[in-house]
């Protein structure tokens, strides 16, 4: 599996473009669909959205138009395994940062997309109208039973791993 990172809008926003077997899904289309669409090699045959705030959907609209293609959110989808095309992804509820926020794991390829759950170094803001902090330590504690060696896709800034989180993250030590 490749994964192509696409940094649109002014929020710095991380846009995923995952490669697998000539196919593409997108995860969070922020912004700047012309930027992401040259990024685009092989059909797009889903787009997954890890929470509906303006800067991960700002290009959604846009890319489902372009190639009709289904969206798989919190609105949409249970805590189970999907397979789409060559895709295998697991969904996790992860609500703190907002009450509908998702992680997509990809267990045959050891990555998640974690949105704006967690971050290198940090979480996803809790003091929001949507946030709540206990639900944030609760998806913490289900994150923290994964195994190490699994690559973290954040919504914004670099990507880690779990076990750098684990190790360094003040979050996952209260």
């Known amino acids: 599996m490749n994964v192509k990172r696409v940094v649109v809008g002014d929020l710095r926003e991380n846009c ?10 997108i995860v969070d ?3 700047e669909f012309s ?25 959604l609209e846009s890319l489902v138009s372009e190639y009709r293609v289904p969206i798989y959110e919190m609105i949409n989808t249970l805590e189970e395994t999907y397979e789409i095309g060559p895709f295998n992804f697991n969904v996790i509820y992860t609500p ?3 009450s509908d926020s998702i992680t997509f794991y990809f267990f045959k390829d050891g990555v998640m997309f974690t949105g704006d759950f967690l971050f290198k170094g940090t ?11 206990d639900e944030m330590r609760d998806s913490l504690e289900k994150i923290k039973k994964y195994k190490d060696n699994i690559s973290i896709y954040p919504g914004h800034g670099e990507s880690t791993t779990l076990l750098n989180e684990k190790e360094k993250n003040i979050y996952f030590n209260m």
Request: charged share 30%; hydrophobic share 35%; with cysteine.
């Open 123 to 133: 979480i996803g803001r809790c003091d929001l109208e949507t946030s709540d902090e």
């Open 96 to 98: 703190g940062h907002t």
């Open 29 to 31: 289309p922020g912004d």
């Open 16 to 25: 995923y473009i995952i490669e697998k077997d000539n196919k593409c899904l």
């Open 35 to 59: 930027k992401i669409k040259e990024q685009i090699v092989f059909p797009v045959i889903g787009i997954l959205i890890t929470h509906r705030h303006f800067d991960h959907i700002g290009a």
